[in-house]
Protein backbone atom coordinates (compact mmCIF):
# COMPACT_ATOMS: atom_id res chain seq x y z
CA UNK A 1 0.00 0.00 0.00
CA UNK A 2 2.99 2.28 -0.48
CA UNK A 3 1.90 3.96 -2.95
CA UNK A 4 -1.51 5.16 -1.49
CA UNK A 5 0.71 6.60 1.32
CA UNK A 6 2.80 8.75 -1.15
CA UNK A 7 -0.53 11.21 -2.00
CA UNK A 8 -1.27 11.44 1.67
CA UNK A 9 -0.61 15.33 2.66
CA UNK A 10 1.02 16.13 5.57
CA UNK A 11 0.18 18.63 8.03
CA UNK A 12 -0.22 22.70 7.27
CA UNK A 13 2.43 25.19 8.12
CA UNK A 14 -1.09 27.01 10.13
CA UNK A 15 0.19 30.60 10.01
CA UNK A 16 1.59 30.47 6.57
CA UNK A 17 -1.89 29.24 5.56
CA UNK A 18 -3.26 32.60 7.18
CA UNK A 19 -0.64 34.87 5.90
CA UNK A 20 -1.70 33.10 2.52
CA UNK A 21 -4.91 34.50 3.11
CA UNK A 22 -3.72 37.99 4.33
CA UNK A 23 -2.08 38.25 0.86
CA UNK A 24 -5.13 37.48 -0.90
CA UNK A 25 -7.67 39.55 0.64
CA UNK A 26 -4.93 42.24 0.05
CA UNK A 27 -4.87 41.64 -3.41
CA UNK A 28 -8.53 41.81 -3.95
CA UNK A 29 -8.57 45.53 -2.47
CA UNK A 30 -5.79 46.15 -4.67
CA UNK A 31 -7.74 45.05 -7.97
CA UNK A 32 -10.95 46.82 -6.64
CA UNK A 33 -8.78 50.53 -6.12
CA UNK A 34 -7.17 49.94 -9.40
CA UNK A 35 -10.19 51.32 -11.50
CA UNK A 36 -10.68 53.66 -8.44
CA UNK A 37 -7.08 55.62 -9.14
CA UNK A 38 -7.11 54.52 -13.01
CA UNK A 39 -6.74 58.24 -13.67
CA UNK A 40 -4.82 59.34 -10.70
CA UNK A 41 -2.60 56.27 -11.48
CA UNK A 42 -1.13 54.11 -8.38
CA UNK A 43 0.28 56.63 -6.09
CA UNK A 44 -2.74 57.34 -5.01
CA UNK A 45 -4.17 53.34 -4.68
CA UNK A 46 -3.09 52.87 -0.33
CA UNK A 47 -2.80 49.32 -1.59
CA UNK A 48 -0.62 49.99 -4.13
CA UNK A 49 2.15 47.46 -3.59
CA UNK A 50 -0.78 44.68 -2.74
CA UNK A 51 0.84 42.67 -5.90
CA UNK A 52 3.38 41.98 -4.39
CA UNK A 53 2.00 39.44 -3.02
CA UNK A 54 1.76 37.25 -5.68
CA UNK A 55 5.88 37.22 -5.04
CA UNK A 56 4.98 36.05 -1.61
CA UNK A 57 2.45 33.50 -2.87
CA UNK A 58 5.19 31.90 -4.72
CA UNK A 59 8.10 32.03 -1.84
CA UNK A 60 5.03 30.48 0.02
CA UNK A 61 4.56 27.55 -2.46
CA UNK A 62 8.26 26.79 -2.93
CA UNK A 63 8.68 26.54 0.88
CA UNK A 64 5.19 24.13 0.65
CA UNK A 65 6.61 22.25 -2.13
CA UNK A 66 9.58 21.34 -1.10
CA UNK A 67 8.43 20.63 2.49
CA UNK A 68 5.43 18.57 1.36
CA UNK A 69 7.52 16.59 -1.78
CA UNK A 70 11.58 16.39 -1.38
CA UNK A 71 11.43 13.67 0.42
CA UNK A 72 8.73 11.53 -1.61
CA UNK A 73 8.45 12.33 -4.99
CA UNK A 74 11.53 10.07 -6.57
CA UNK A 75 8.96 7.38 -4.87
CA UNK A 76 5.70 8.79 -6.27
CA UNK A 77 7.23 9.50 -9.68
CA UNK A 78 6.99 12.60 -11.98
CA UNK A 79 3.40 11.85 -13.30
CA UNK A 80 2.00 11.12 -10.08
CA UNK A 81 3.12 14.09 -8.35
CA UNK A 82 1.63 16.26 -11.92
CA UNK A 83 -1.91 14.67 -10.73
CA UNK A 84 -1.67 15.98 -7.15
CA UNK A 85 -1.37 19.01 -8.20
CA UNK A 86 -3.36 19.08 -11.06
CA UNK A 87 -6.25 17.85 -8.68
CA UNK A 88 -5.06 20.95 -6.36
CA UNK A 89 -4.93 24.00 -8.27
CA UNK A 90 -6.77 23.16 -11.80
CA UNK A 91 -10.29 22.65 -10.80
CA UNK A 92 -10.80 26.22 -9.55
CA UNK A 93 -8.76 27.73 -13.25
CA UNK A 94 -11.97 25.99 -14.75
CA UNK A 95 -14.10 27.37 -12.16
CA UNK A 96 -12.84 30.65 -12.64
CA UNK A 97 -12.47 30.74 -16.76
CA UNK A 98 -16.30 30.01 -16.21
CA UNK A 99 -16.95 32.67 -13.83
CA UNK A 100 -15.08 34.89 -16.39
CA UNK A 101 -16.93 34.07 -18.96
CA UNK A 102 -20.03 34.55 -17.38
CA UNK A 103 -19.24 38.04 -16.01
CA UNK A 104 -18.24 39.27 -19.95
CA UNK A 105 -21.49 39.26 -20.61
CA UNK A 106 -22.30 40.12 -17.21
CA UNK A 107 -20.35 43.78 -17.87
CA UNK A 108 -22.33 46.49 -18.87
CA UNK A 109 -21.28 48.87 -21.84
CA UNK A 110 -18.61 46.16 -22.94
CA UNK A 111 -17.69 45.41 -26.36
CA UNK A 112 -19.64 41.75 -26.63
CA UNK A 113 -21.10 42.52 -30.45
CA UNK A 114 -17.55 43.46 -31.74
CA UNK A 115 -16.16 39.66 -30.82
CA UNK A 116 -17.05 37.03 -33.01
CA UNK A 117 -17.96 33.27 -30.80
CA UNK A 118 -15.71 31.79 -32.16
CA UNK A 119 -13.39 34.20 -30.98
CA UNK A 120 -14.58 33.96 -27.99
CA UNK A 121 -14.86 30.06 -27.39
CA UNK A 122 -11.37 30.00 -28.79
CA UNK A 123 -10.38 32.42 -25.53
CA UNK A 124 -12.28 30.29 -22.83
CA UNK A 125 -11.10 26.75 -24.40
CA UNK A 126 -7.33 28.91 -23.74
CA UNK A 127 -8.13 30.00 -20.15
CA UNK A 128 -9.53 26.32 -19.39
CA UNK A 129 -6.11 24.49 -20.77
CA UNK A 130 -3.85 28.09 -18.77
CA UNK A 131 -2.84 28.51 -22.07
CA UNK A 132 -1.44 32.58 -22.23
CA UNK A 133 -3.55 34.89 -24.67
CA UNK A 134 -2.93 38.36 -24.30
CA UNK A 135 -5.35 39.56 -27.43
CA UNK A 136 -8.37 41.17 -25.49
CA UNK A 137 -7.51 45.11 -26.09
CA UNK A 138 -10.47 45.86 -24.03
CA UNK A 139 -8.88 43.53 -21.04
CA UNK A 140 -5.21 45.85 -21.47
CA UNK A 141 -4.09 42.69 -22.88
CA UNK A 142 -4.24 40.52 -20.11
CA UNK A 143 -2.62 37.11 -20.67
CA UNK A 144 -5.94 35.44 -19.37
CA UNK A 145 -8.86 38.05 -20.33
CA UNK A 146 -11.44 36.01 -18.99
CA UNK A 147 -9.43 36.05 -15.47
CA UNK A 148 -6.67 37.92 -14.86
CA UNK A 149 -5.28 36.35 -11.56
CA UNK A 150 -4.48 32.96 -13.65
CA UNK A 151 -0.84 34.14 -15.03
CA UNK A 152 0.47 33.68 -11.72
CA UNK A 153 -1.28 30.15 -11.85
CA UNK A 154 0.17 29.57 -15.34
CA UNK A 155 3.87 30.28 -13.39
CA UNK A 156 2.95 28.14 -10.76
CA UNK A 157 2.34 25.15 -12.76
CA UNK A 158 5.89 25.58 -14.78
CA UNK A 159 7.75 26.00 -11.62
CA UNK A 160 6.10 22.83 -10.38
CA UNK A 161 7.21 21.19 -13.48
CA UNK A 162 11.05 22.58 -13.41
CA UNK A 163 10.43 21.34 -9.49
CA UNK A 164 9.47 17.72 -10.35
CA UNK A 165 11.65 17.27 -13.61
CA UNK A 166 14.99 18.74 -12.09
CA UNK A 167 15.10 21.15 -9.01
CA UNK A 168 14.20 18.31 -6.37
CA UNK A 169 16.99 16.67 -6.65
CA UNK A 170 19.70 19.08 -6.69
CA UNK A 171 21.91 19.92 -4.19
CA UNK A 172 21.07 23.14 -1.52
CA UNK A 173 24.66 24.53 -2.97
CA UNK A 174 23.74 24.23 -6.54
CA UNK A 175 19.86 24.97 -5.68
CA UNK A 176 21.71 28.56 -3.68
CA UNK A 177 23.63 29.36 -7.05
CA UNK A 178 20.49 28.84 -9.10
CA UNK A 179 18.38 31.36 -6.68
CA UNK A 180 21.57 34.01 -6.46
CA UNK A 181 21.10 33.97 -10.35
CA UNK A 182 17.42 33.95 -10.62
CA UNK A 183 17.76 36.95 -7.79
CA UNK A 184 20.42 38.94 -10.46
CA UNK A 185 17.86 38.61 -13.05
CA UNK A 186 14.78 39.66 -10.70
CA UNK A 187 16.89 42.98 -9.94
CA UNK A 188 17.54 43.53 -13.89
CA UNK A 189 14.42 43.03 -14.71
CA UNK A 190 13.21 45.59 -12.30
CA UNK A 191 15.45 48.04 -13.12
CA UNK A 192 14.33 47.80 -16.66
CA UNK A 193 10.80 47.93 -16.05
CA UNK A 194 10.83 50.78 -13.49
CA UNK A 195 9.24 47.93 -10.94
CA UNK A 196 7.95 44.49 -10.60
CA UNK A 197 4.77 44.94 -11.63
CA UNK A 198 4.82 43.23 -14.67
CA UNK A 199 4.10 39.55 -15.78
CA UNK A 200 0.16 39.75 -16.05
CA UNK A 201 0.06 40.84 -19.93
CA UNK A 202 1.84 39.82 -22.72
CA UNK A 203 4.37 42.75 -23.41
CA UNK A 204 5.64 41.67 -19.76
CA UNK A 205 5.15 38.23 -19.76
CA UNK A 206 8.64 37.24 -19.38
CA UNK A 207 8.79 39.50 -16.23
CA UNK A 208 6.73 36.55 -14.64
CA UNK A 209 9.52 34.54 -15.28
CA UNK A 210 11.75 36.50 -13.53
CA UNK A 211 9.50 36.83 -10.25
CA UNK A 212 8.48 33.11 -10.15
CA UNK A 213 12.12 31.53 -10.40
CA UNK A 214 13.37 33.65 -7.71
CA UNK A 215 10.79 33.29 -5.11
CA UNK A 216 10.14 29.67 -5.88
CA UNK A 217 13.99 29.22 -5.38
CA UNK A 218 13.74 31.22 -2.35
CA UNK A 219 11.28 28.88 -0.94
CA UNK A 220 12.87 25.91 -1.31
CA UNK A 221 16.23 27.01 0.05
CA UNK A 222 14.18 28.33 3.65
CA UNK A 223 12.56 24.86 4.12
CA UNK A 224 16.30 22.90 2.80
CA UNK A 225 18.22 25.12 4.77
CA UNK A 226 15.78 24.87 7.86
CA UNK A 227 16.12 28.81 7.79
CA UNK A 228 13.20 28.33 10.65
CA UNK A 229 12.81 31.39 12.90
CA UNK A 230 11.14 30.44 16.10
CA UNK A 231 9.47 33.26 17.41
CA UNK A 232 6.37 33.76 19.59
CA UNK A 233 4.82 36.31 17.30
CA UNK A 234 1.73 34.67 16.22
CA UNK A 235 -0.35 35.11 13.46
CA UNK A 236 -1.36 38.48 14.11
CA UNK A 237 1.91 39.84 14.92
CA UNK A 238 3.36 38.30 11.17
CA UNK A 239 0.29 39.33 10.08
CA UNK A 240 1.36 43.20 11.11
CA UNK A 241 4.80 42.55 9.88
CA UNK A 242 3.10 41.89 6.51
CA UNK A 243 0.93 44.33 5.75
CA UNK A 244 3.62 47.33 5.05
CA UNK A 245 5.06 45.43 1.96
CA UNK A 246 1.79 45.62 0.34
CA UNK A 247 0.88 49.00 1.95
CA UNK A 248 3.66 51.48 2.07
CA UNK A 249 3.41 54.34 -1.09
CA UNK A 250 4.45 54.11 -4.49
CA UNK A 251 6.71 55.85 -6.11
CA UNK A 252 7.89 56.13 -9.70
CA UNK A 253 11.26 56.48 -8.88
CA UNK A 254 12.30 54.21 -6.07
CA UNK A 255 9.81 51.17 -7.04
CA UNK A 256 12.94 49.74 -8.70
CA UNK A 257 14.75 49.08 -5.64
CA UNK A 258 12.38 49.04 -3.23
CA UNK A 259 10.85 46.33 -4.77
CA UNK A 260 13.25 43.82 -5.24
CA UNK A 261 14.27 44.45 -1.66
CA UNK A 262 11.01 43.37 -0.25
CA UNK A 263 10.77 40.27 -2.88
CA UNK A 264 14.37 38.85 -2.74
CA UNK A 265 14.90 39.67 1.75
CA UNK A 266 11.37 40.30 3.54
CA UNK A 267 9.11 37.78 1.94
CA UNK A 268 11.60 34.74 3.10
CA UNK A 269 11.92 36.03 6.39
CA UNK A 270 8.78 36.21 6.76
CA UNK A 271 8.25 32.57 5.33
CA UNK A 272 10.59 31.83 7.82
CA UNK A 273 9.14 33.41 10.59
CA UNK A 274 5.94 32.09 9.78
CA UNK A 275 7.22 28.23 9.76
CA UNK A 276 8.72 29.01 13.07
CA UNK A 277 5.37 30.67 14.70
CA UNK A 278 3.09 28.83 16.11
CA UNK A 279 -0.86 29.98 16.38
CA UNK A 280 -2.67 30.30 19.71
CA UNK A 281 -5.88 28.74 20.07
CA UNK A 282 -7.94 31.90 19.58
CA UNK A 283 -6.21 32.51 16.27
CA UNK A 284 -5.67 29.13 15.03
CA UNK A 285 -9.77 29.53 13.06
CA UNK A 286 -8.74 31.81 11.78
CA UNK A 287 -5.21 30.96 10.18
CA UNK A 288 -7.14 27.56 9.22
CA UNK A 289 -10.27 29.83 7.54
CA UNK A 290 -7.86 32.10 5.62
CA UNK A 291 -6.01 29.50 4.33
CA UNK A 292 -9.18 27.59 2.96
CA UNK A 293 -10.48 30.49 1.26
CA UNK A 294 -7.14 31.99 -0.23
CA UNK A 295 -6.84 29.71 -3.19
CA UNK A 296 -10.83 30.17 -4.17
CA UNK A 297 -10.75 34.22 -3.31
CA UNK A 298 -7.62 34.66 -5.82
CA UNK A 299 -8.83 32.71 -8.36
CA UNK A 300 -12.74 33.76 -8.81
CA UNK A 301 -12.65 37.24 -7.15
CA UNK A 302 -11.83 38.68 -10.81
CA UNK A 303 -14.88 38.57 -12.65
CA UNK A 304 -16.74 40.99 -9.86
CA UNK A 305 -13.55 43.67 -10.40
CA UNK A 306 -14.25 44.08 -13.91
CA UNK A 307 -17.83 44.53 -13.41
CA UNK A 308 -17.10 46.80 -10.60
CA UNK A 309 -14.77 48.42 -13.13
CA UNK A 310 -17.19 49.45 -15.77
CA UNK A 311 -19.67 50.87 -13.05
CA UNK A 312 -16.92 53.18 -11.25
CA UNK A 313 -15.65 54.47 -14.71
CA UNK A 314 -19.41 56.15 -15.11
CA UNK A 315 -20.05 57.06 -11.20
CA UNK A 316 -17.09 57.80 -10.07
CA UNK A 317 -17.71 56.16 -6.54
CA UNK A 318 -16.00 58.22 -3.73
CA UNK A 319 -16.01 58.73 -0.01
CA UNK A 320 -18.11 56.71 2.48
CA UNK A 321 -20.57 55.54 -0.92
CA UNK A 322 -16.89 53.79 -2.33
CA UNK A 323 -15.67 52.72 1.11
CA UNK A 324 -19.02 50.90 1.70
CA UNK A 325 -19.28 49.02 -1.67
CA UNK A 326 -15.50 47.87 -1.83
CA UNK A 327 -15.72 46.46 1.49
CA UNK A 328 -19.00 44.81 0.79
CA UNK A 329 -17.84 43.20 -2.09
CA UNK A 330 -14.68 42.16 -0.74
CA UNK A 331 -16.91 40.73 2.34
CA UNK A 332 -18.95 39.07 -0.67
CA UNK A 333 -16.30 37.29 -2.43
CA UNK A 334 -14.63 36.15 0.38
CA UNK A 335 -18.05 34.71 1.44
CA UNK A 336 -18.35 33.08 -1.95
CA UNK A 337 -15.19 32.09 -1.72
CA UNK A 338 -15.77 30.12 1.39
CA UNK A 339 -19.03 28.66 -0.51
CA UNK A 340 -16.50 27.70 -3.51
CA UNK A 341 -14.34 25.80 -1.22
CA UNK A 342 -16.81 23.98 1.09
CA UNK A 343 -19.33 23.04 -1.69
CA UNK A 344 -17.11 23.04 -5.32
CA UNK A 345 -13.57 23.37 -4.58
CA UNK A 346 -13.21 20.41 -1.81
CA UNK A 347 -15.57 18.15 -2.83
CA UNK A 348 -14.13 17.98 -6.09
CA UNK A 349 -10.29 17.44 -4.92
CA UNK A 350 -12.09 15.04 -2.67
CA UNK A 351 -13.52 12.77 -5.48
CA UNK A 352 -10.75 12.91 -7.41
CA UNK A 353 -8.22 12.35 -4.61
CA UNK A 354 -10.51 9.25 -3.92
CA UNK A 355 -10.70 8.12 -7.36
CA UNK A 356 -6.82 8.05 -7.48
CA UNK A 357 -6.33 6.14 -4.14
CA UNK A 358 -8.53 2.88 -6.00
CA UNK A 359 -6.07 3.32 -8.80
CA UNK A 360 -3.32 2.94 -6.83
CA UNK A 361 -4.66 0.25 -4.90
CA UNK A 362 -5.83 -1.73 -7.59
CA UNK A 363 -2.15 -1.03 -9.16
CA UNK A 364 -1.06 -2.94 -5.98
CA UNK A 365 -2.74 -5.28 -5.94
CA UNK A 366 -1.76 -6.60 -9.55
CA UNK A 367 1.45 -6.03 -8.77
CA UNK A 368 1.31 -8.32 -5.25
CA UNK A 369 0.07 -11.14 -7.17
Known amino acids: MKDIELIKSKQHYEILDGLRGVAAISVVIFHFLEFVYLDEGPTKNPFAHSFLAVDFFFCLSGFVIAYAYDDRIAKMGVIEFFKSRLIRLHPLVILGSILGLIGYFLVPYGDIASRSTGELIFIFICSLLLIPLPIMKDRYLNNFGLNAPAWSLFWEYIANIVYSLILWSLPRKIMAVLTLIAGIILIYVSYNSKGLVGGWGGDTFWDGAARVSYSFFAGILVYRFKWI ?50 TSVNTKKICVFFGNISYPLYMTHYFAIWIFGTYQSIYKFSGVTLFAIVALSTLTLIGSAYLIMTYIDAPLRNYLTEKRKSKLSKKTVVLSE
Do not use: D, H, Q
Open 229 to 278: ISSKLGFLGLAILLMPAFLYPFNEALNYITEPLVVLFYFPLLVALGAGAV
